[in-house]
């Protein structure tokens, strides 16, 4: 169950990366977006429906790790749309105020479920029982109306949980953007003593690179995406890499050669090396 679903979300991130780099209009890429993210639910549902759960840890888990983060998709493409089109336009004061009342609506849902929030925060583990099993519901804990109201596919606190995953990303996104507005980025001076470094290897190797140092999070918190990350190294490479998906699927679909060649290279050249050092042949 978990292989599956974690399989299933990558591939929806790759997609709705996709998606967010298209040059349409934001309602063509909301649709877009919630089309995809309904098929990968209706996905899961068909596989849960096919393979019960072992034991009541799986179904835990399912219900408290993996099933939140395909609807907080869904919860946040929608908070994303109605925040980009509701943003006043040209004043900076006006966008500022926006930014923070933004700001004060998200911390008032969290407020709102405190708890359960601070449950989530700190992974506990206590009311797993009531709160992620089907058909359970603790009695005196303050959850949404609607929770739980599928009860093939629902637990009580699921649902909350997306919401708090949407809820956090919604709100470094405003906070990124109301620094941004706040400390335009400086130009970094150019050091005239640098080296001037161009990727000379093969640009389908920098496509796998690029996917692990996003799927592990290593820039930006985790925060930045795989459109972001190629950008970034089409720029300090000087090398004009394309679009990440597609070169990605010519990655996924290798038969011959292992899908992870270049990065098999890059492990067992560090360990030839470590082993050099230590004098061992």
């Known amino acids: 169950m978990n292989d599956y679903s974690k399989t299933l979300y990558t591939a ?3 997609d709705l990366e996709l998606i967010a780099d298209l040059g349409t209009l934001p309602v063509r890429r909301y649709t877009t977006a919630l089309n995809t993210i309904k098929e990968a639910i209706h996905k899961l549902i068909t596989y849960v429906n096919a393979h019960p759960f072992k034991s009541l840890e799986e179904e835990i888990d399912f219900f408290k790790h993996e099933k939140p983060l395909y609807v907080s998709e869904q919860l946040y493409a929608q908070e994303i749309f109605n925040f980009e089109t509701n943003r006043p336009i040209g004043d900076t004061t006006a966008l500022k105020n926006y930014y923070e009342l933004e700001l004060q609506f998200i911390k008032r849902f969290f407020n709102q479920y405190q708890f359960l929030y601070q449950y989530y925060l700190y992974e ?3 009311l797993d029982n009531l709160l992620f099993i089907r058909g359970a519901k603790p009695s005196d804990i303050i959850l949404p109306e609607n929770a739980g109201t599928d009860t093939h596919f629902s637990t009580a606190c699921d649902n909350l949980f ?5 809820g956090e990303r919604l709100q470094a996104f405003i906070l990124s953007e109301l620094k941004s507005l706040n400390s335009p980025v400086a130009q ?3 050091d005239p003593d640098a080296i001037n470094l161009t990727w000379t290897g093969e640009t389908i190797n920098l496509v796998e690179l690029a996917y692990g140092i996003w799927l592990t999070g290593q820039l930006n918190n985790g925060n930045a995406t795989i459109t972001d990350i190629i950008k ?10 394309g679009r990440a998906y597609k070169r990605w699927t ?3 679909k290798r038969k011959r050669v ?3 060649k270049f990065l098999d290279q890059l492990k067992a050249a560090l360990l030839k090396r470590i082993d050099d050092e230590n004098g061992i042949r």
């Open 12 to 14: 929806l991130k790759e």
């Open 124 to 126: 506990l583990k206590e």
């Open 162 to 166: 997306a919401r708090f995953i949407a």
């Open 188 to 190: 970094i001076p150019v």
């Open 232 to 241: 970034w190294m089409e720029v300090h490479f000087q090398v004009s890499i």
């Open 250 to 252: 010519s990655i996924s």
């Open 258 to 260: 292992t899908p992870t």
